[in-house]
């Protein structure tokens, strides 16, 4: 089956075309009047108001160029289309317009690997979170220059978080977060080692590069196993967790088909979750860790330790 060209257009707007007609300012402010409308539809005379153009015959012109593809025409009025959202929301995002930098600073928690202090930083719109002792990242992914306005630095990184958790969910659930197209997990291993976890969209080729563990955060074994050591999942940085960061806590039993082994350790005991290829859960088991684990101590920020796998 031959890949489908971004150019190849069937029964649809061609791509080229489509972005030619947003392409003009008059059209863009049409569309922010929409955006900033307090109700829709909105009426023909009430739009042109919003715009500030006073030739009637312009404006109808450069609404007529938005109506069908961004903009649909209702009894009442005009309303968007989800084109004509994504616009907005691209501009609003800050990818096509803007390129900030946060440089270092420091981040509260230490480092899974070796114990040191993490830091993060924000460039080329992906924030990074790594320990600059050892190298170890502890999360680094795409972050839209938007979400950092009117936000502090402990919020941006809460969002972050929060981005993170949301956007891996979806893709291990098979939907890409870009397109919505279907998303497939791919696994890398060294003999009974995994050494890598991808999602990949077969639509849009979006690729996410993953952890096992960032799969399990909203589980309910997990999230009862951390609860009873007094560490709530839901408010402490995934980062945190030795688990959603390292490969190492991941045991490969069987790649034809695929099963894993998740390994958490907390306070002497220790929590075994087995997941199959598609990253669901098959079953889950409880019980004493002689190696010893995690400190846990439930309060954000507290030491993450190593996780007892080295």
Known sequence: MSERTILACEDCLPPAEAFSVVANESRLAILEALWRAPEAPVSFSALRRAVGMDDSAQFNYHLGQLTGQFVRKVEGGYEFRHAGQKV????LEGSFTEDPRIESFAVDGTCVACGGDIRARYADERLTVACPDCGTRHGHAPFPPGGLNDRTREEVLAAFDQRVRHLHCLAADGVCPECGGRME???ER?????TGVVHECRQCHHAIPSTVGLRLL?????????HDHGVELCTTPFWHHAWCVSHDVVTVRS???????VSIRLDGEALRVTLDGNLGVVE?????????GER?????????????EG
Do not use: K, Y
């Open 88 to 91: 907005v929301r691209a501009i």
């Open 185 to 187: 997990t791919g696994f």
């Open 190 to 194: 060294d003999d009974d080692r995994l």
């Open 218 to 226: 909203d589980h309910s074994a997990v999230v009862a196993f951390h």
């Open 255 to 261: 790649a034809d088909p695929w099963e894993l082994d």
């Open 284 to 292: 889950t088991e409880r019980g004493c860790d002689p190696i010893g």
């Open 296 to 308: 846990a101590t439930g309060a954000l920020g507290s030491r993450a330790g190593m996780s007892g």
